[in-house]
């Protein structure tokens, strides 16, 4: 298995995977008469139905995965796949993840503080003081700009009833 | 007829001291805008229409008209810096131009995009001012099956974004393609690949794949090379172009506005082809084409003076036939109404001083933006030798504020962080995103228009071999693939010799 | 200029009003989602309103796009937000009635409350000015001579031009092939540049382009003031007098007396001479459907709708 361009091999299993999971929810999954996906109507090339564009991309890219794949099987050259580093995508994804999940209860300036904080964690020498005043800083700043400045409807109080009538959690 | 003194009266509109400033509030703004990921000119045009009700009606379009160019302005500046595309349009200014800011050269790379669309915004306005009316005739002759056509030719051209293997860069177009297609079928209305969330029924926002495959995974690719990445922001050479580097941009830079100017015109495509194909041009045409996405200044003065230009000269329409070619000229549309303006052919005429203060606007804009920008240059360049482990959550907090306040939609936030993963991936693969990012925006457009064409021809896929344009656009799309195809071929050959 | 003046005026209005607490509701600005992109009719008809609530009532109304899937992707989240007067969602017909016939939409008509329908664009059959059709019947001659070869661009598939477009072909016996597009300024194009043999559209459309267009005949009672030459259907013989409503619609938690209130602030608006003649001047008829006249009018609608989706194959 360790052998050939293991980097083409991979993006050429993803590229399959993709192009069948678009084929097939397009086209619909039957056996008899239990209809597992419905799928879209194909139509006729005349009168095109939503499953007529996909279905044949789809197929297209399966096919063009499968081709990659064997390619890289044949490939002379030894290219193994590049290590992945779990550490930086969990905290910097996970911080995001955490943002998106407590934007409306607890509002965007103290999600902000929580993605700031937790996404430095992922960095090297992660020390708790500077973060901090980083935080509250680009905190302050982004809701000077979107929210004074720009006027988006962004969250700033936490969801609670009396909280949100207070006139500073209005813009 | 007369040109200069229609332009005379133009500039007698667009300089007067309120207006000067209405522009200079506009192009600010659109900067900042194209500055701050996510949130675009669409959401910010139509949140301060209202602002401009109790403006003069000139006043008020030359300023939003100013947040429409100077947030492709904008979008480049954030492109070169942290490899985070502003605006779409701004995609292909990552390539080079991030690498040339991992050189050192950003002040160099911000300088080189500055000065090209400012000259490709000045030869837009003369192009409107003196060719608007033809310009937009030649627009309307394109029907669907040209449009489709026309799509093929610039997804053909993707193909040269990517350096590497060519078959998994037409699989990234492709998959770019479907990504396109999730959301509601715009024909049947039946939502398709949205896997039962409501907020897919409309599709996925292309900021939300930009910002994730682009700028997310950017960011976790920085942190898990730890202290080797230091080595770029610390050694920064030349803060502004020199002569030698504008000379080797401004071939790059005719051609980019040319083409640019172009495709501006047509409803749909604009800014983004634009610039995807004017560097498309560039790699095809370089005696070394392995420079690209290595740091090549033509790599950013093409796609810079492009987008630039389309964003001009997608006016066109607008101004000549009431016609809107993007959701922004839509908008524009809305707001000339409120202002008791009635868009539409008779707008040159019956408004003269609207018209023509509007275009002599544009470059006034322009020169704006050069001055506003060129000195913002030596600032964006020190954000750069901020330590990375400062910059990077400031980044992230933008972006996650930005694309939440397109939809103001948590899923937004979360299909981000989705696509940074996805981004991630890509890069281990070595798989390039570019070319991705380009079939997505083109996918939709080209289902649409490949479904209208087959409609109108009741199936007969002749009409795309029959219309004179359409044979035009797929035979060039056929040499362009051919030419692509060709040292694929003789490698492959060389290999064979050897073996 | 004087429109100028006037909107000057109300700001001047605003700005007194805004000391002196006014009565309990509206006491803070309204959120007003309209369902299609920035730039189409209904939301320029919101924008125009806009100064005219300001004045009136002394609070901002909030514009914002909550765009896609034709309208259904706002109106499916309408019940979902708070019922306290202080969210409000544009609302269309036919669109209302004709989705959810169609199935793949996640709201049902009646869980839509509308509180007022304010506009109406008739519909109307537009082609370009260079097209060999001068009048309705030479278009209805050619249609009939080859049937299947006219092709008539509308915004949208299960719309009111879609609807308009089965409705003619029903109406007239001819087959022409409906092509949809995603909006009216998107369709522009296509007509104007003779892709498509016509449009199926709104009467609106010719005023927005005057001079590269002609409209054959239009589905008003009587004759249109800007375009004094097009005949009616009525007057063509056709039983065809039908376009698309626009107005507003609350969340179904909005209490009674609330429901009612704006359904009365909104018909003050539409009184309003300076606000009739914006609207007039894009081809918007102004009606007063109120919240009273709902239910009847409403259950008059859907016969009507119901029959036009037999047309379409919509209803099953």
Not at chain 2, 138 to 163: Q, R, T
Not at chain 2, 323 to 350: D, K, R
Not at chain 3, 33 to 41: A, K, L, N, V
Request: charged share 15%.
């Amino acid at each position: 298995m360790k052998k050939g361009n293991q980097t083409d091999f991979w993006s050429g299993v993803m590229f399959t995977a993709i192009g069948v999971l678009f084929l097939v929810v397009a086209y619909g999954v039957k056996f008899g008469d239990t209809v597992l996906l419905p799928g879209y109507s194909m139509g006729t090339p005349a009168r095109m139905g939503p499953a007529f564009f996909p279905f044949w991309l789809g197929l297209i890219l399966a096919v063009l995965g499968v081709a990659i794949v064997i390619n890289a099987l044949r490939s002379k050259e030894a290219k193994p796949l590049e290590k992945f580093h779990w550490g930086p995508i969990l905290w910097v994804l996970g911080a995001v993840v955490a943002f998106g999940l407590l934007m409306k209860p607890i509002g965007m300036p103290l999600a902000g503080l929580v993605l700031v904080i937790v996404s430095s964690l992922g960095g090297e020498n992660f020390r708790w003081k500077p973060t901090i005043f980083l935080a509250i800083g680009l905190v302050v700043f982004a809701t000077g700009v979107f929210v004074y400045g720009l006027k988006l409807p962004i969250p700033l109080c936490p969801d609670i009833s009396n909280l949100q009538d207070m006139r500073a959690c209005r813009v | 007829m007369d040109i200069f003194g229609n332009l005379m009266l133009g500039f007698s509109v667009a300089l007067t001291l309120s207006n000067i400033m209405y522009c200079f509030i506009g192009v600010l703004l659109g900067t900042l805008i194209g500055v701050l990921p996510g949130i675009g000119p669409i959401a910010t045009i139509s949140m301060l229409l209202p602002a401009t009700f109790v403006l003069p009606p000139v006043s008020a379009l030359i300023m939003l008209a100013g947040i429409y160019y100077g947030a492709q302005y904008g979008g480049s500046t954030t492109a070169i810096l942290v490899n985070l595309p502003g605006e779409v349009s701004s995609v292909v200014t990552c390539l080079d131009g991030y690498q040339m800011a991992r050189q050192g050269k950003a002040g160099k790379a911000l300088g080189v995009a500055a000065l090209a669309s400012f000259f490709a915004g000045s030869v837009a306005t003369l192009l409107i001012a003196g060719f608007a009316p033809p310009l937009a005739e030649l627009a309307l002759k394109f029907g669907p099956a040209d449009y489709f056509s026309l799509m093929v030719l610039g997804l053909v051209a993707a193909v040269v974004l990517a350096h590497g293997s060519l078959i998994k860069a037409i699989a990234m177009i492709i998959l770019g393609l479907l990504l396109g297609l999730i959301g509601t079928d715009v024909n049947s209305g039946v939502a398709r690949y949205s896997f039962g969330l409501p907020e897919l029924i409309d599709g996925v926002g292309i900021g939300t794949i930009a910002m994730g495959v682009f700028g997310f995974s950017e960011i976790i690719r920085n942190l898990e090379q730890g202290e080797k990445r230091e080595v770029f922001t610390k050694s920064i050479t030349g803060l502004l172009p020199n002569w030698a580097d504008i000379k080797q941009a401004t071939p790059a830079t005719l051609r980019g506005t040319a083409l640019g100017s172009f495709l501006g015109i047509l409803p749909g495509g604009g800014p983004v082809l634009g610039s995807f194909s004017a560097y498309t041009l560039e790699k095809k045409l370089a005696k070394d084409p392995s420079r690209f996405g290595k740091g090549a200044i033509e790599g950013v003065a093409a796609p810079e003076s492009a987008n630039n230009a389309a964003a001009q000269t997608s006016f066109i329409p607008l101004l000549t036939l009431g016609i809107p070619s993007n959701p922004v000229m839509a908008l524009m549309i809305g707001a000339m109404i409120i202002h008791g303006i009635q868009p539409g052919p008779q707008i040159m005429t019956a408004k003269p001083e609207l018209f023509w203060g509007m275009i002599a606007s544009m470059w006034v804009g322009n020169f704006l933006l050069v001055v506003l920008n060129l000195p913002m240059i030596g600032l964006w360049v020190k954000l750069l030798s901020v330590d990375y482990k400062y910059l990077y959550p400031a980044i992230l907090i933008f972006c996650c504020i930005g694309v939440y306040s397109i939809n103001n939609a948590t899923m937004d936030v979360f299909l981000t962080a989705l696509f940074g993963f996805i981004g991630y991936l890509f890069i281990k693969l070595d798989t390039e995103p570019a070319p991705l990012l380009l079939g997505f925006v083109l996918g939709p457009m080209m289902e649409e228009n490949l479904r209208r064409a087959l409609l109108l021809s009741r199936g007969s896929p002749s009409v795309f071999y029959e219309r004179p344009i359409s044979l035009v656009l797929l035979i060039l799309a056929f040499a362009l693939l051919v030419i692509v195809m060709l040292p694929n071929i003789s490698k492959k050959r060389e290999e064979a010799f050897q073996e | 200029m004087k429109r100028r003046e006037f909107l000057a005026a109300g700001g001047a209005i605003v700005a007194a009003s805004a000391l002196p607490a006014r009565a309990a509701y509206p006491e803070k600005p309204l959120r007003y989602y309209i369902p299609f992109s920035p730039g189409g009719e209904s939301d320029i008809a919101a924008r125009l309103q806009q100064p005219f609530f300001k004045a009136k009532f002394g609070t901002e109304l909030v514009v914002e796009s909550k765009v896609g899937a034709g309208g259904a992707l706002a109106w499916s989240q309408l019940n979902t937000f708070p019922g306290d007067g202080y969210t409000i969602m544009g609302s269309n017909l036919p669109h209302l009635v004709l989705q959810p016939l169609e199935g793949n939409v996640q709201y049902k008509t009646d869980d839509i409350v509308n509180i007022i329908f304010f506009q109406y664009t008739p519909d109307a059959i537009v082609v370009r000015s260079e097209s060999p059709f001068k009048t309705y019947q030479d278009l209805v001659a050619a249609a009939k001579a080859k049937p299947g070869t006219l092709n008539f661009a509308g915004s949208g598939t299960n719309s009111a031009n879609h609807a308009a477009h089965e409705r003619l072909n029903n109406l007239t016996g001819t087959k022409t092939q409906y092509v949809a597009f995603k909006g009216t300024g998107d369709l522009v194009a296509s007509l104007i540049g003779g892709h498509v043999d016509g449009a199926m559209s709104y009467a609106s459309l010719a005023l927005a382009q005057r001079g590269k267009t002609r409209v054959l005949a239009v589905a008003s009672d009587k004759r249109l003031d800007y375009i004094p030459d097009t005949p009616t259907f009525r007057e063509l013989g056709l039983d065809w007098v039908d376009g698309a409503f626009r107005g507003i619609a609350v969340p179904k938690s909005t209490p009674e007396d609330l429901r009612r209130k704006l359904s009365d602030m909104f018909a003050e608006i539409n009184r309003e001479a300076e606000f009739r003649k914006q609207m007039t001047d894009q081809g918007m008829e102004l009606v007063d459907i109120t919240y009273d006249k709902m239910p009847a009018f409403m259950e008059e609608r859907k016969k009507v709708y119901l029959g036009t989706a037999k047309l379409m194959g919509l209803a099953k």
